[in-house]
């Protein structure tokens, strides 16, 4: 199994600061098959970042993966007051066993 | 638009079952692999269950194998968990998803809470 390490565990910036969230995997995750989901309180987590790099349909282009192999990063440009949320990655390169990081919250300073 | 509800949370004493249903709309989810993703209050998310868009394919995470079962009826559009034998730790927000690779959408979850 896979495990997907995420930090830092909290990140505390001001709006139209510029977020940058880690997410290093235990081997390699295959073909780059790593997503971002953002989770807002009392809400079901919403993907932004597929294929460690390709935006979901309807995420602003503030939002953006990179990486590859064992390292990945997600970058919010721009924060803004409604991307104050956690962030969650997943590996979808091992399976029968799709694994999550623990998440990153993003709150304001 | 494409819309999952789940619904059949409830709260359960150890020990006890509960089925769990997922009702699409706005989506055939016959041409599509679904999964089970759960979240224990306060913590992070935790794949539970996977099925192929036929059903002739079934993946379980070790945690809930063998007390779990997944199934899906296509024409009725709809997603179900049986769950038996329920622990503590399966108390959660369960959500069910349509598979990518990634999981995308997700409905709004369902509370099942396991406690005496």
């Known amino acids: 199994e896979i495990v997907l390490t995420q930090s830092p565990g909290t990140l505390s910036l001001s709006p139209g600061e510029r977020a940058t969230l880690s997410c290093r995997a235990s081997?390699?995750?295959?073909?780059?098959?790593l997503a971002w989901y953002q989770q807002k309180p009392g809400q079901a987590p919403r993907v932004l970042i597929y294929?460690?790099?390709s935006r979901a349909a309807g995420i602003p282009d503030r939002f953006s993966g990179s990486g590859s192999g064992t390292d990945f990063t997600l970058t919010i440009n721009r924060l803004e007051p409604e991307d104050f949320a956690v962030y969650y990655c997943q590996q979808y390169g091992s399976t029968p066993s799709w694994t999550f990081g623990q998440g990153t919250k993003v709150e304001i300073k | 638009e494409v819309q999952l509800v789940e619904s059949g949370g409830d709260l359960v004493q150890p020990g006890g079952s509960l089925r769990l249903s997922c009702a699409a709309s706005g989506i055939t989810i016959s041409g599509y692999s679904m999964c089970w993703v759960r979240q224990a209050p306060g913590k992070g998310l935790e794949w539970v269950s996977y099925?192929?868009?036929?059903?002739?394919?079934?993946h379980y995470a070790d945690s809930v194998k063998g007390r779990f079962t997944i199934s899906r009826d296509n024409a009725k559009n709809a997603l179900y968990l049986q769950m038996n034998s329920l622990r503590d730790e399966d108390t959660a927000v369960y959500y069910c998803?349509?598979?990518?690779?990634?999981?995308?959408?997700w409905g709004q979850g369902t509370l099942v809470t396991v406690s005496s």
């Open positions: 081997q390699t995750v295959r073909s780059n098959y």
């Open positions: 099925i192929y868009s036929s059903g002739s394919v079934i």
């Open positions: 294929g460690a790099s």
């Open positions: 998803a349509i598979y990518h690779g990634w999981f995308d959408p």
